[in-house]
């Protein structure tokens, strides 16, 4: 590693530190960190939704919740997991490692990147704003028209989920173009396109599917918000218009977005299992174009949520072969992973067991899946527990599983210390344990004709065992996750002494200190493989020295900056406007949002994005 | 995409640097495109020059969508600069147009309202 | 003070454009301009779900006004015989200018790119006029159905016809306002041929806006 003159200069570089460094900040990681956070506490939130609904079904003929608010748990359960949960711990991670991944010193639009997370938080906190009026979205999270039109929805429960998403459908796109764009242009010489880490392709593809799928629900979401507010018929049969468009549209978004929820954490497991069987990642081309052959086929598939509509036998046939085609490259990954533990030297870490974890419940909820795409047994599945079972492996022992393993796995870069190894197995084991006894008795309930979406049952339809059981396997599950706050709140009260490199992973950002200084990497040492690290380690004879941190002098980095905040205010002016339709003069509040959207809009884009040279 | 440089000094043949002059004819191009595009429309709708109505107006939709493409091919190559332009920039563009065709050839036939019901 | 060594930088790889790049990018094209490639691919999206709800919807309609054919329409009350609402010439003369506008910015961009303010400024300026002409036709054409008996809510063609071309419409707008500004930036001398990156960019937004009506003015107007 080249000795820089850096190395020698006293330490000047001093990040700042309190609230107003924090709302201003244009730093990738420190961005990162606030999407972390702020995506784990609606992730408690939707948890506890889980359990407030398992607790009421513990029983037959239950009344600890009335049914509407029943309806609202899960409509706000799936919401808050899926778009306030899973996406944006994905973007912690997007955040934070991507620019390290490929030796840059930020992503390309720093401003862009904060604006991502005030819209995020604030559409979040919008949507979540309902439960104090008593108006939470209770249609369910994709929002089947016309049970979300005026008629049968008539508050403002509809509306704000219409609106929260659409605002938090800017946060995703704006993050994606950033790190799309990132990607494409700020990587380090010699970082080819086939040398960048796994995780970053599958980043690369999760911000593709993004671009090509937000759109669509965007016009939807419009098509129902016109529908509810200025008297359009676009899925109102009376005025003509196909409920069915809506269904559409919506899984046109929704298949896509099942990618877009996996594919993260996929590119995590294909970091963490190379580094912890010390061997590489089987078959990286492989993995880069099945990859992308999944999201291609993902536009592709859609229809096959919609297999109990009527579309008719050819329609059926079309998307049952193409859904039963796009399990051709998932086997591919799942034998890739395998193909790399295989003879390698397992080093049995929490961040191992999560990530094998991952692999094993995935397989489970794509073999669920697979059953799914046949629309003859569908028509027996679909909206019963069996659908319920199948999503929550993919997405809870999938995507869950695999982001907590890059939580275990990065938590020491990103805050200098190691998580507790006996907590961490401890968490492991009971999280397992209590996800499959939360919900592999799905699968039974669901073939036994337990419908999805019902508050209660009653006592004698043979549904009593396995809800029970479920139930307290969710709160074993509960108590797992107490384990993973309670590791990290205590693991935060040490010292910052983890190495940089506690691992022996293979990519950049086990180079350079942990956490790393604000500007990322001093000098980039030369990229000449998918595993630069280890080629750096094989070099010094199996050793890396321990970098040193140095002042950064003469280093541009970004100013901070407050305009990005500003204009978040101001899309949620604009776009939470509508909530007040039913008001003379609401237009007004349109017109203060759109005000204060472009002033923040001009503001930012005079502002130089780097301090004024001298 | 690699590092490539795009050199901006080539003394200019007008397929490496185009002129206000060739912009000026690809102009004139597209007007006279949308003139046909319109003229098509009147043809078929038996407006003007009545004799070609039953020629033109069973083909019409498909005229249409090649004088339009040929347009948007035009404004994009030329006016856009992808025909100069790194190969990742057309790309970007045509990818995405790929997808949305998909999208509306699918959702028209899904919908085609000349299927009787659960036929198709 | 010079910068120290920015071991980032690409080893070959000429900057295209600007300045305004602090930093050279891996593919030697700006960041922005990439950025506002994938912005228009990921808007190719949004209008093709507009453009097929257009689809799917034609012939649809429960009551008129109809684009091209005649049908029964609510008017004062009652059920009234209905002329076909389209109109073909002031849409057309529309599509002309903003046909013409996309060869006026790209003289205009010329004009920046070697320096010859003149240019800049008159063929940015008519640009901002077509484009104005081009939102007050649609305002006027609005406002003519609306008199004629269709309001946005009236059919299923109305409500598809409004929010494709309306949509359409406000990203002309968005368009107007950004290119106004460049035009005051640029009678300001704000824009040598250092900084036409940024009447680059503009340009392409612009050019991607004519190019979605190129798709739109045929299969809303011109298809039976």
Known sequence: ?614 | MDAHAHDSQAPGAQHAHPTPGLYARIALILFVLTALEVMVFEIAGGHFITSLQSVVAPVAVLILLVLSAAKFALVAMFYMHLKQDPRLLSNLFVFPIIIAAVIIISLVVLFSYWRKVGAL | MSHASHAMDAPHGVREGSMHDMHPTTTGIPSRKVALWTLIGSECLFFASLISTYLVYKGKSLVGPLPHTESQCMLHGQMQACEPIIEIPLVTFGTAVLLFSSFFIVLALYGAQKGRRGMLIGWLGATVVAGLFFVGMQVYEFTHFFHKGMGYSTNLFSSSFFTLTGFHGSHVTAGVIWLSTLLVLAIRGKIPPGKSLNLEIAALYWHFVDVVWIVIFPVVYLMR
Not at chain 1, 125 to 137: C, G, K, M, Q, R
Not at chain 1, 312 to 320: M, V
Not at chain 1, 565 to 592: D, E, N, Q, R, Y
Request: charged share 10%; net charge neutral.
């Open chain 1, 1 to 614: 590693m080249a000795t820089s003159v850096l190395e020698h200069a006293p330490a000047i570089h001093q990040e700042k530190s309190g609230l107003w460094s924090w709302i201003t900040t244009v730093d990738h990681k420190r961005i990162g960190i606030l999407y972390g956070t702020t995506a784990f506490i609606f992730f408690l939130i939707g948890g506890i939704e889980a359990l407030i609904m398992r607790l009421q079904l513990m029983r037959p003929d239950n009344h600890l919740v009335s049914a509407e608010a029943f309806n609202s748990l899960f409509t706000m359960h799936g919401t808050t997991m899926i778009f306030l949960g899973v996406m944006p711990l994905s973007a912690m991670f997007f955040n934070y490692f991507i620019p390290l991944h490929i030796g840059a010193r930020d992503v390309a639009f720093p401003r862009l990147n904060a604006f991502s997370y005030w819209v995020f938080l604030l559409g979040g906190l919008f949507i979540n704003f309902s439960f104090l009026l008593n108006a939470a979205p209770n249609a369910g999270w994709f929002g089947y028209a016309n049970l979300t039109e005026r008629t049968y929805s008539p508050g403002l429960n509809t509306d704000f989920w219409v609106l929260g998403l659409q605002i938090l459908g800017i946060a995703s796109m704006a993050a994606a173009i950033n790190f799309f764009v990132t990607i494409v242009n700020l990587r380090a010489p010699g970082m080819k396109m086939l040398r960048m880490p796994m995780f970053v392709w599958m980043s690369f593809i999760t911000q593709i599917l993004l671009l090509l799928a937000f759109p669509v629900i965007t016009v939807a979401l419009v098509f129902l918000m016109m529908d509810r507010h200025f008297g359009s018929h676009f899925f109102l049969p009376e005025g003509g218009g196909d409920p069915v468009l809506w269904q559409h549209l919506f899984w046109i978004f929704g298949h896509p977005e099942v990618y877009i929820l996996i594919l993260p954490a996929f590119g995590i497991v294909s970091e963490v299992l190379p580094v912890f069987s010390r061997k590489p990642l089987f078959g990286y081309t492989a993995m880069v174009f099945s990859g992308a052959f999944i999201a291609f086929l993902g536009f592709g598939v859609w229809s096959h949520h919609m297999f109990a509509t009527g579309m008719g036998p050819i329609a059926d046939s079309f998307f049952a072969i193409s859904t039963m085609l796009i399990a051709v490259p998932t086997g591919v990954k799942i034998f890739n992973w395998l193909g790399t533990i295989w003879g390698g030297s397992l080093q049995f870490k929490t961040p191992l067991y999560f990530a094998l974890g991952m692999v094993a419940m995935f397989i489970i909820g794509g073999l669920s899946g697979v059953m799914h795409s046949s629309p003859p047994a569908d028509l027996q599945q679909t909206d019963s527990y069996f659908v319920v079972a199948h999503f929550h492996y993919v997405l809870f022992g999938g995507s869950i599983f695999g982001l907590t393993a890059g939580a275990y796995y990065w938590f020491p870069k990103m805050f200098g210390r190691m998580l507790n190894e006996t907590i961490g197995k401890a968490h492991f084991w009971l999280m397992l344990i209590g996800f499959n006894l939360t919900f592999f008795p799905m699968h039974f309930l669901g073939l036994n004709g337990m419908p999805r979406r019902v508050y209660t049952y009653a006592a004698g339809s043979n549904f009593e065992f396995w809800n029970r059981i479920e139930t307290w396997g969710a709160l074993l599950l509960a108590f797992s996750l107490l384990l993973f706050v309670y590791n990290v709140v205590s693991t935060m009260r040490k010292p910052k002494t983890a190495p940089a490199d506690p691992w022996k992973g293979a990519t950049l950002e086990w180079l350079i200190p942990s956490p790393p200084q604000e500007f990322n990497f001093a000098d980039v040492p030369p990229v000449n493989s998918s595993t630069p690290a280890w080629d750096l380690r094989r070099a010094g004879g199996g050793q890396l020295p321990e970098p040193k941190r140095v002042s950064g002098a003469g280093i541009h980095l970004p100013s901070p900056s407050i305009w990005p905040v500003v204009t978040a205010c101001g899309v949620l002016g604009v776009i939470g406007s509508i909530l007040f339709t039913h008001m003379k003069g609401w237009f007004v509040i349109t017109l203060c949002g759109a005000a204060v959207l472009l002033f923040g809009i001009y503001r930012w884009a005079f502002e130089p994005p780097f301090p004024e040279e001298h």
